[in-house]
């Protein structure tokens, strides 16, 4: 039967929320025993699932609930005092009404009983048959207020010693409140003002709400070409119903951050009880609203975050005793507003993270090359426990763990188009940042041009974008054997150009470029394309299930015009064009088990040279190339009985890569060089032909004494190639110069 | 029981083929589509069919038929149909040259492919029904959205070259 259904199912959910607010006041008298308001708000909520599993004749369900509804009447009866070990049996009995709720909402009926040993358990807490046992069986609501008063006066004479006057007076008072709610929970009053929805109703109206909007645009674009006050008129009215519509249908699909949080008191407690720490939380700005279907997707991120602020960030309590803390550590979610975005902060004050580890760690897994540490930033190293090599890590530190599925965490928040972020103090605490939307639906996006077709790029990856006029696009996007990069600020910026990328065409090297910065796990790439419009607000839809596995894009969207745009998948494009290649290496790393060689991380490109005539092959990193110049043989002068050049109104000294000065050079006109700076100024090195710019490394260097200025020699891409030690070279020229007595300074 | 089956027929290359009606929402024409770089061959491009994004498949590409040539002196010829079929719960156009009619016919009507019906064809071919004495081809459409002429993007292909 349908009707029943709906019913059932709305029973379901009912007891959901009731239970979840049973389980909060629970963890809450567990710490404050005394709370009558909570002991009374219990009480409620178990009253009403009681009652209407009794309806519904769950009478495995009933004769369970009914159980705790006595221990909990018993308790607002003061009767009973609740204690550890009656929270652990109540909270135990919760999650056993659970699996019946389970077990109703797949198969329709209540099946077995209550485990035997739990229902012995409850049924010792009960307190002996007394005169007050009229206050657990309540018969009729309406009668209620009376009953539950008079009871609790008379248990008040009874045990005047438990609790004092003052405190009595209060009780009293709060039956009386009690009872009036109680009577307003089982008949719904007048004063109603919710209404429950069925969420995919609420989609489905979303979805028209949508199409409505993009019809209003479209009608707004053809009323303003036209020369008809009315229409203008009359589109204006229908622009602001439908911009009123939009944003109450919004709203009706919002709801609370405290929803999220209504399960953190029993998670806490539990971890408590597992760590054997102690926490004191903070919940702030619980009125936050944001999306429900964004709420749900960041629920389980939070519970990871505060899982692991507890498990590894909060010390126990003698560490902390002893480092001048209080026993129990703080830990503060809060929510708020801020500039378009809701922003959840998780912080604990615990021990913090220690960069140094993070970045031994990362140097380990390969994540991040020794040279590279000295140009992070803190709040960059410390961004490494977000990689996924941590979460394979075995090391077995204090720092283990604390990276443990944040890299999934971290996929889960940008999925939704947020971004988390870290602060960090040690020994005072660490603070996790997410910023997350306030729908889903809707993404401020930077409309682009690529050929013929418009782009909807996410602003959430974009950093910045570079101009750059048609007549520069030779001098400044240089390539390296089909390799395009842009000199950004003294960085090399690997570039991607779209066309090239999607096999939309051939690049185009007449019309002034746009270079989009983008970033994507935290790499960042230029992406080339024609032109770029408007940021504009887009409506994200599905791709479908034939497109599912497109390699670049995230959903389509539908512009004013009615057309279709493509939503660039930045993170996909990315690992698409080869830019980011985290996983590969961390294959490498666990594949290196052959100790025998010395295993040199090469997290970085390399630019694949030809030296010499010879088919050796040499590989120098490209964070060490500042340019590829190719120079006439003839522009060649000496200086000191050494080759240089003059290059940018300098004196460029040439260091000749193959042990060959003399050659044919003679047969060719022009001649490669690699400019490297150094300590001592900029050099060039001579090659004899440029190959390739591989990041695919799987070479394990052997240090071979070869020569100076050779690290040593390892397989890359099926070759002996030789890895050139850019200083090691220098110096060894240097020093060769300065024992000739001169001095190129 | 046999109920009379409503079935859609249209030509493709100049072959007839049909489609259950049950399953097809609207037939438009000339629809505007954007492209999908590095979508599966099949796919041409994706339509808005007010408010919902829905791909196009090109039946000629799927079917391993001809391109079709582009004549300039016959302007109408360029009409193409898009047959907005509801699948799975989800929408796809079919752009075909031409609508036929909506016909009735006997289930029982509907005869095994022949044997020398080879390739692609005989592939997403449920069965053959006459019309007016022309041999239609009924086409199974789960098959046909399951080839990896519309699944497969061209990025497997395309990653390869790359690396």
């Known amino acids: ?745 | 029981m046999n109920t009379d089956q409503l079935l859609c027929t249209f030509t493709v290359a100049d072959k007839n083929y049909g489609v259950i009606v049950d399953n097809v929402q609207e037939v438009l024409a000339n629809h505007q589509i954007t492209d999908i770089p590095l979508a599966p061959p099949g796919v041409m491009g994706l339509m808005n069919i007010r408010g919902r994004i829905v791909p196009a498949i090109a039946l000629r590409k799927v079917l391993r038929l001809a391109e079709k040539v582009r004549s300039d002196d016959e302007d109408d010829e360029d009409t193409i149909f898009n047959i907005i079929i509801n699948h799975d719960g989800e929408q796809v156009g079919l752009m075909v040259d031409q609508i036929g009619d909506i016909i009735t016919i006997n289930p029982e009507e509907i005869e095994p492919p022949p044997e020398t019906l080879k390739g692609a064809a005989r592939r997403f071919m449920y069965g053959v029904f006459s019309v007016q004495d022309t041999l239609h081809l009924l086409l199974d459409l789960d098959t046909l959205l399951d080839d990896e002429m519309c699944t497969r993007s061209l990025s497997e292909s395309t990653r390869s070259v790359l690396q």
Not at chain 1, 126 to 150: D, M
Not at chain 1, 413 to 423: A, L, Q, T
Not at chain 1, 427 to 444: C, D, N, R, S, W
Not at chain 1, 557 to 562: A, E, L, Q, R, V
């Open chain 1, 1 to 745: 039967m349908p009707q029943n259904d709906k019913a059932l199912q709305s029973f379901l959910i009912e007891s959901d929320e009731n239970l979840a607010q049973l389980e909060q006041d629970i963890v809450a008298l567990e710490r404050a025993p005394d709370d009558s308001d909570c002991v009374a708000s219990a009480f409620r909520a178990i009253h009403t699932i009681k009652g209407t599993c009794g309806f519904f004749g769950f009478s495995h369900l009933e004769a369970l609930t009914h159980l705790l509804e006595d221990i909990l009447g018993a308790m607002r009866d003061g009767h009973l005092k609740m204690d550890l070990d009656a929270a652990a049996a109540l909270l135990d009995g919760i999650d056993e009404i659970r699996v019946f709720l389970k077990h109703i909402n797949n198969e329709g009926n209540d099946g077995k009983a209550a485990p035997d040993e739990l229902m012995a358990r409850l049924h010792a807490l009960v307190p002996e048959k007394s005169a007050t046992e009229p206050a657990v069986v309540i018969p009729e609501p309406g009668v209620e207020t009376t009953t539950a008063v008079t009871v609790s006066e008379a248990s008040d004479d009874d045990q005047p010693h438990h609790e004092n006057e003052g405190e009595s007076g209060e009780l009293d008072h709060e039956e009386h409140e009690a009872g009036a709610e109680l009577s307003s929970t089982a008949a719904p009053t007048p004063t109603e003002s919710t209404v429950r929805v069925d969420v995919v109703l609420l989609d489905k109206l979303m979805n028209v709400v949508g199409e409505l909007v993009l019809t209003r645009n479209q009608l707004l674009q053809h009323a303003a070409s036209q020369n008809d006050s009315q229409l203008v008129n009359l589109s204006q009215r229908l622009n602001l119903v439908t911009s009123e519509l939009q944003e109450g249908l919004m709203q009706t699909r919002m709801q609370p951050i405290r929803n999220a949080w209504a399960t953190y008191p029993r998670l806490l407690r539990d971890l408590e009880k597992k760590t054997g720490k102690k926490v004191n939380p903070t919940l702030k700005g619980g009125d936050t609203e944001l999306d429900r279907s964004l709420l749900e997707a960041i629920r389980d991120p939070l519970i990871h975050l505060v899982r692991n602020a507890v498990d590894h960030g909060i010390e126990s309590p003698e560490v902390r005793l002893a480092a001048g803390k209080p026993e129990a550590g703080s830990l503060t979610l809060s929510a708020y507003h801020e500039s378009g975005n809701v922003t959840v902060e998780i912080s604990d004050d615990g021990k913090g993270l220690d960069s140094k580890k993070i970045v031994r760690r990362a140097i380990e897994a390969g994540l991040l090359h020794p040279d590279q540490v000295d140009s992070l930033t803190e709040r960059e190293k410390i961004r490494y426990i977000f990689q996924p090599g941590f979460s394979t890590a075995e090391t077995v530190n204090d720092l283990s763990g604390r990276g443990v599925g944040l890299d999934v965490v971290r996929n889960n928040v940008e999925r939704i188009g947020g971004s988390i972020d870290i602060k960090s103090t040690p020994g005072q605490g660490t603070t996790f940042k997410l910023k997350i939307p306030l729908t889903l639906a809707i993404v401020p996006a930077l409309i682009v041009r690529c050929l013929h077709q418009r782009f909807a790029i996410p602003q959430v990856n974009l950093l910045e974008v570079v101009y750059v006029e048609a007549d520069k696009l030779d001098e400044d996007i240089q390539t390296v054997h089909d390799a395009l990069v842009y000199r950004l600020r003294g960085r090399l910026l690997p570039l991607v150009d779209m066309r090239t990328l999607m096999h939309m065409g051939t690049p185009d090297k007449q019309h002034d470029q746009f270079i989009l910065v983008l970033t994507a796990d935290q790499q960042e790439f230029g992406l080339l394309v024609d032109d770029v419009r408007d940021t504009e607000e887009i409506v994200v839809k599905p791709l479908g299930r034939l497109l599912k596995d497109n390699p670049c894009f995230a959903g389509a969207t539908i512009m004013g015009d009615g057309r279709v745009a493509l939503i660039l998948d930045v993170k996909s494009t990315a690992d698409f064009a080869g830019v980011t290649r985290q996983d590969r290496k961390l294959n490498q790393q666990a594949n290196m088990d052959d100790r025998t060689h010395q295993p040199i991380n090469v997290a970085e490109n390399y630019l694949l040279v030809r030296p010499n005539e010879q088919t050796g092959r040499s590989a120098i990193a490209l964070s060490k190339v500042s340019r590829l110049e190719e120079i006439r043989i003839d522009s060649i002068e000496y200086s000191a009985g050494r080759e240089v050049i003059q290059y940018r109104g300098k004196i460029l000294p040439l260091i000749r890569l193959g042990n060959n000065i003399s050659t044919d050079d003679e047969d060719n006109e022009m001649i490669r060089i690699v400019v490297q700076p150094t300590e001592f100024g900029e050099v060039g090195l001579v090659v004899n032909d440029i190959i390739d710019i591989v990041s695919d490394n799987t070479a394990n260097i052997e240090r071979v004494a070869q020569s100076d200025g050779v690290l040593g020699a390892g397989i890359l891409q099926g070759h002996v190639t030789d890895f050139i030690d850019s200083d090691a070279l220098i110096r060894h020229y240097r020093d060769q110069n300065n024992n000739g007595g001169h001095d190129e300074h």
